[in-house]
Structure formats: C-alpha cells, structure tokens
C-alpha cells in the first residue's frame, strides 16, 4: 500500500473515532448522565424524608393541596454547594436535578447540574431566583426549555419543601443583558414585590450567541409535613 494509502486510512479512522466521540457527547452521554442525576437527586429526596421523619416522629404527613403557607426562606448557598432539587414535569415524569450554589461550569453547571446565580434570591423569597444549565453536554438540564407551555409547573424541593412557581414566558437574549436577574427581571430600579423565577441557558443549540430566558411567577409553598404537592405530577410528560 502506498504512502498515500495509508494516510488516507489513518485520516477515516481518525475521523470515525472523532464523529463517536461527538455522538457521545452529544447524545448518549447526556442520556447517561441524565439518567444517573436523576438518581443522585432523588436519593437526596429521600434523604431529606428520612431525616424529617426521624426529627419529627409525632408528625403523619397530610397532604393539603389547597393550603398554603409563608415560603420558609434559606441562606444562600455556597459555591458548587447543592441545596435543592428541581422539577419540571413538562419534561417528564423522571426528571430531576440538583441545584447548587454558583453558575461556574468547572464547579456547578459541569459536575452538579444547575446553578444559582450569586445574589440572587433564594427559592420563595420575593425578587429573583434566577439560575442557569447546559442545554447540551452534562445530561443537558434545560435541553427542553423552549419547550414549556404557559402554567407549566416547576418545583424547587429543599430540606424544607416545595416552592412551586408557573412558567409564564420565555425571551431570547444576548449575553451581555444582565438584566433579567434583577429583582423584576428587565425592569431596572423597579422593587420587587413579587417572587419570580428565571432559567437561563444557551441558544441556539451548540452555541453561546444568545442566551434563551424562561421566566416564571410564585405560586405556592407546601412545608415537608404536608407532603409533595400536586403540582409534582401536573402535565407530566410520561
């Protein structure tokens, strides 16, 4: 075989090695690694039940799915430190991924899932909870978000409970407009007397030209002995 030949060969296998590694990334690595957040984050549920349950043996869980009551607040968490779980049934009944404190890829959005933007508000706390994840790579969290429907619920769990918010819109903006994590998102010098959430991530796919903005509004708190509310199964995409 000639010189030629042989390169030409190297260069396909190359290629093919370079193209699996791709469809990996891309794709199957993200069903992988989606699948194993889920579990990581419903453990942490778990965990959280059990150590209610241990700290409160007098107390039967009783669900109460009219009732409301005062959003129990938390300080804000640590860098790269998981505090929550996130819930949004439009993307499937199994869907589940941990929050932590801080948006930097090596420590939160790469390894953990989905971050919480410094200075933000924390979950139920009025002004702006805003946080950001990968749509592609790293079992792409917010792949979907483009997705929602108006009213579609998304949860935050914590040790506390459930912070239930309802999609409202969705915006495409470029990088540089920090604006929606003011307290009313787009609306400088504006008090917040509302409690918002806003999702960021990349847009379009496979770029970081714009930023695609999910914004969403407070519906409800339900504190852990009244147990998960409706809302964790409302429109879930089986």
Request: hydrophobic share 40%.
């Amino acid at each position: 075989m000639s010189v030629v030949g042989v390169i030409g060969e190297i260069l396909i296998t190359v290629g093919v090695v370079t193209l699996l590694y791709v469809v990996w990334q891309l794709w199957v690595g993200d069903i992988i690694y989606g699948v194993e957040r889920n579990a990581v984050a419903q453990e942490l549920s778990e965990q959280w039940e059990q150590e209610y349950v241990a700290a409160n043996p007098e107390i039967t869980p009783t669900p109460e799915p009219t009732a409301t009551a005062e959003p129990i607040i938390l300080p804000e968490a640590a860098d790269a430190q998981v505090f929550g779980n996130l819930y949004i049934p439009r993307f499937g009944a199994d869907y589940t991924r941990q929050i932590a404190g801080g948006v930097t890829r090596a420590n939160t959005l790469d390894p953990i899932g989905v971050g919480h933007y410094p200075g933000t508000k924390m979950p139920g706390e009025v002004g702006n909870f805003a946080v950001a994840a990968h749509r592609t790579t790293y079992s792409a969290p917010f792949n979907r978000l483009a997705e929602l429907h108006v009213n579609d619920a998304i949860i935050i769990e914590t040790p506390e409970g459930w912070y239930t918010y309802r999609f409202r819109t969705l915006e495409y903006v470029t990088p540089s407009e920090v604006e929606v994590l003011l307290p009313v998102p787009q609306a400088p010098d504006t008090p917040a007397g509302e409690r918002y959430i806003t999702m960021t991530s990349c847009s379009p796919m496979f770029s970081m030209t714009e930023r695609i903005v999910a914004y969403g509004v407070f519906e409800s708190f339900t504190p852990r002995g009244s147990g998960p509310p409706a809302s964790l199964t409302d429109g879930v995409d089986a």
